[in-house]
C-alpha cells in the first residue's frame, strides 16, 4: 500500500495528480473519428468556461442583459458534446450510452428552464445581476422553498 498523500496534509496531491495525468500514455482508438474524439471533451469545456463569463460578482467586467439565455444556451450546447463523443468513437456501446445521456440531460434541462423562468416572471428581467439586487432583502431559495429543491435536483442530476 503506498502513500496517499503527498506533502503536507496532502497539499501538493493535486499537482502530484496533474503531473501523472499529463505523463500518461495517450490511447488512440482504431476505428474513431480522431478529430472529433479528442474535440468533444474540449468543447465541452469550453462551453462550462464561457457559462462563468455570466455569474454575477460585485465586479463585473462583463453585463449582459440577457444571461440568463445565453447560460440556457450554453448549458444546451453541452448536450451536443455528449452526442458527438458517443458518435466519434464508432462502437454501438459509447453511441448508445451518449443517446442516454442526451436523454437524461434533456429530460432535466426542461424542468431547470421551467423553473429559472418561475423566477423571471418574478424579476421581469433576464439580467443575471438584477437576480442578486432583487435577493438583497429574501433569497429565492426561502421564498420558492419548494421550487429552489426541485432546482437543486436538476442541477446534480
Do not use: H
Not at 65 to 94: K, R
Not at 111 to 127: K, R
Amino acid at each position: 500500500k503506498g502513500p496517499n498523500k503527498v506533502g503536507f496534509m496532502g497539499l501538493l496531491q493535486p499537482f502530484s495528480d496533474a503531473i501523472k495525468l499529463f505523463t500518461k500514455e495517450q490511447v488512440y482508438l482504431n476505428y474513431s473519428n480522431y478529430i472529433f474524439y479528442y474535440f468533444a471533451p474540449v468543447l465541452s469545456f469550453m462551453l462550462s468556461l464561457m457559462i462563468w463569463m455570466v455569474i454575477p460578482y460585485y465586479f463585473n467586467l462583463i453585463v449582459f442583459n440577457l444571461g440568463v439565455l445565453f447560460f440556457l444556451c450554453c448549458m444546451s450546447l453541452g448536450v451536443y458534446t455528449i452526442m458527438i463523443a458517443g458518435w466519434s468513437s464508432n462502437t454501438n456501446y459509447s453511441l448508445l450510452g451518449g443517446l442516454r445521456a442526451v436523454a437524461q440531460t434533456i429530460s432535466y434541462e426542461v424542468s431547470l428552464i421551467l423553473i429559472m423562468f418561475s423566477s423571471i416572471i418574478l424579476i421581469l428581467d433576464f439580467n443575471l445581476m438584477k437576480f442578486t439586487d432583487y435577493q438583497m432583502l429574501i433569497w429565492f431559495m426561502i421564498m420558492m422553498f419548494p421550487l429552489s429543491l426541485c432546482f437543486l435536483s436538476s442541477l446534480m442530476a
